[in-house]
């Protein structure tokens, strides 16, 4: 969840100007990256921004990636294992600091009083660039001392900014990318202002990314987070802070195949199997249809006692009427 950050709200301007080139400003070949990262590798679209200005929700393709008001994109880690790494914040574009906060402490908000600590300051630790030609960017949520730059300072596209974190009001470590032209949000993916409205009757992006990047963060559909075989339960709130479970030995308890998943949609199923060494289904399961769209999700299946050593074939799929829309098949070995 990433609300706008008070001071970049009040960016906004009061005339009503015609909504014309929103690249003015940015260079031709379209914006890079606001991460060193690599989408559906290590890091993930959780949402896009809400272009359904009433109390629905639509993503830019008329999907279910987001919620109501989000103005930007959110370009997820895994867990607060994987801020650990330093994965940099990078510049979509050329431009120069505007604004900038850092000292914010990383915590994931879970409860009321993790909410109420972050009341204010829902960026958390971020960084506002000026492209010019009255486009600018704003990077939220970055880790606790890691921002790079000064006010003033002129950037280059792909310089780093800070680093993903989970500072300010965020569910999970991401960086949130906010696009403003002349203080109103617009939908980088789509190039539209938020309130035109999602994607419809086959009309085309004008993505303000390049090519490539539009390709790699892709249209909101369903993606696996993290797959394997663990020894005991699946602890899902662990999922985010820590990371994947321990992988299951010889000696563990049990056999458990988990899935992790995030953007899934009403009516979604889960399949999970698990081959085992003497090629044999050792467990499987079939989830019911989902009874509403999950933003992350989790399913497992497995049985109790020690496994035998050896090679086990995992497969997981998400189904939307009974077809898979995610298919995945893994050789795992239990030593």
Known sequence: MSPVHPAAAALAVSVALAFVSPRIGLADEGLGLPADCKPGQNCFVQQFADMDAGPGVADPFCGTATYDGHDGIDLRVRSMADVKQGIAVTAVADGAVDGLRDG??????????????????????????DHGGGMQTQYC???????????????????????????????????????????????????????????????????????????????????????????????????????????????????????????????????????????DIFAETMSPPLDRSKAAYSSFTGKRGSPKPGRYQMTIEVLENMQPVLSETRDIVVE
């Open 141 to 279: 949520h970055m880790r606790q001392g890691s921002v790079t730059v000064n006010k003033g300072d002129q950037v280059k596209r792909g310089e780093k900014l800070g680093e993903i974190g989970a500072s300010g009001m965020a569910a999970f470590p991401h960086v949130h990318l906010t696009a403003r032209k002349e203080g109103k949000p617009i939908d980088p993916m789509t190039g539209r202002p938020l309130s035109q409205g999602c994607l419809k009757d086959g009309a085309q992006p004008a993505s303000l990314f390049e090519p490539d990047v539009a390709g790699a963060l892709g249209k909101g559909g369903p993606q696996l987070l993290g797959a394997g075989l663990a020894g005991g339960p699946l602890d899902y709130d662990a999922l985010v802070v820590d990371g994947a479970p321990p992988a299951a030995t010889g000696s563990s308890p049990n056999l458990v195949g988990w899935g992790w998943f995030m953007n899934l949609r009403k009516g979604d199923r889960i399949y999970i199997s698990i081959v085992g060494p003497d090629g």
């Open 104 to 129: 914010v402490p990383d915590r994931l908000v879970i409860t009321e009083a993790d909410r109420a600590a972050v009341a204010g300051i829902d960026c958390g630790n971020g960084v506002l660039l």
